[in-house]
């Protein structure tokens, strides 16, 4: 069976160009095992050794942190291949003792393992969109306690289904939607300077305080500060807090007002 895999044991080209994230070296070692088309009891020891330590520099190429258990694992694949090129030590019934045992004891149980959290994962996802309620206490019900539906006629049934009906209505009414107002910087504009006489102050605070909402507020604010740049009024704090406005003897010019934003 062929390998898609280079002369010298390296990955193919065409895995460089990304690089897939393992939960551990096991995993890794798993995922190498799959790609070269090969059984977990039959691991070409070198090829899958060489991939390992491929894989490992390229993690160092892209400044990825190396975790200690993936030295340890490439470690321990080294050692397992030096003990593959030595004679190999018999067993009491003749036959030689493969030092890939404990390898593949550890991935066969690690594939067992996540197969297993493959299925549990599964599981969560369907029931993340089922929604669950408390178990209720139920107290046993004594004999006084329990209802004869053969009492309850159908049109009784439905006579207090209209009556939860009807409550139901009286509690949840319709909404009531309510206009939004609108308040221009312009209109306040002309509403302060109307208010506004030579000699005879305005309590700012005051005219605050009776206005309609707040969107009404900002543009009464606004358009004070716009009548103080213009000149036409001169704002003034008593000793208590209170801000006075005083009209100033400047007349408005007809291109101030139009020029104010509706």
Same mark, same amino acid.
């Given at each position: 069976m062929?390998?898609?895999?280079?002369?010298?044991?390296?990955?193919?080209?065409?895995?460089?160009?990304?690089?897939?994230?393992?939960?551990?070296?096991l995993d890794l070692l798993l995922h190498?095992?799959?790609?070269?088309?090969?059984?977990?009891?039959d691991i070409p020891v070198a090829l899958i050794c060489d991939q390992f330590h491929e894989y490992l520099?390229?993690?160092?190429?892209?400044?990825?942190?190396?975790?200690?258990?993936?030295?340890?694992?490439?470690?321990?694949?080294?050692h397992l291949k030096s003990r593959m090129l030595l004679p190999r030590p018999k067993a009491e019934d003749g036959a030689e003792e493969d030092p890939r045992e404990e390898l593949v004891a550890?991935?066969?149980?690690?594939?067992?393992?996540?197969?297993?959290?493959?299925?549990?994962?599964?599981?969560?996802?369907?029931?993340r969109g089922v929604l669950t309620r408390d178990p209720e206490k139920i107290d046993s019900a004594s004999s006084d306690d329990t209802i004869d539906l053969g009492e309850i006629s159908m049109f009784d049934l439905l006579g207090a289904f209209k009556q939860l009906l009807n409550?139901?209505?009286?509690?949840?009414?319709?909404?009531?939607l309510v206009r939004s107002e609108s308040f221009s910087v312009k209109d306040q504009f002309?509403? $302060?300077?109307? *208010?506004? @006489?030579?000699?005879?102050p305005?309590?700012? !605070?005051?005219? +605050?305080?009776? $206005?309609?909402? *707040?969107? @009404?507020?900002?543009?009464?604010?606004?358009? !004070?500060?716009? +009548?103080?740049? $213009?000149?036409?009024?001169?704002?003034?704090?008593?000793?208590v807090g209170d801000l006075l406005l005083y009209r100033?003897?400047?007349?408005?010019?007809?291109h101030e007002l139009e020029a104010l934003q509706a």
């Open positions: 062929s390998r898609q895999v280079g002369t010298d044991g390296s990955l193919p080209d065409l895995w460089r160009v990304r690089l897939p994230s393992f939960e551990g070296p190498l095992v799959r790609i070269n088309q090969v059984e977990i009891t520099g390229l993690m160092g190429e892209l400044s990825i942190d190396v975790a200690a258990d993936y030295v340890y694992e490439a470690a321990m694949l080294v550890r991935l066969l149980e690690y594939e067992k393992l996540k197969e297993a959290a493959q299925s549990l994962a599964e599981i969560h996802s369907l029931r409550r139901y209505e009286r509690e949840h009414p319709p909404p009531f002309e509403r $302060l300077l109307n *208010r506004l @006489e030579v000699g005879k305005l309590d700012v !605070l005051a005219d +605050l305080r009776h $206005l309609s909402c *707040r969107a @009404e507020a900002i543009a009464t604010f606004l358009a !004070l500060l716009e +009548l103080a740049r $213009l000149d036409l009024v001169r704002v003034h704090q008593t000793g100033t003897k400047r007349q408005l010019e007809l």
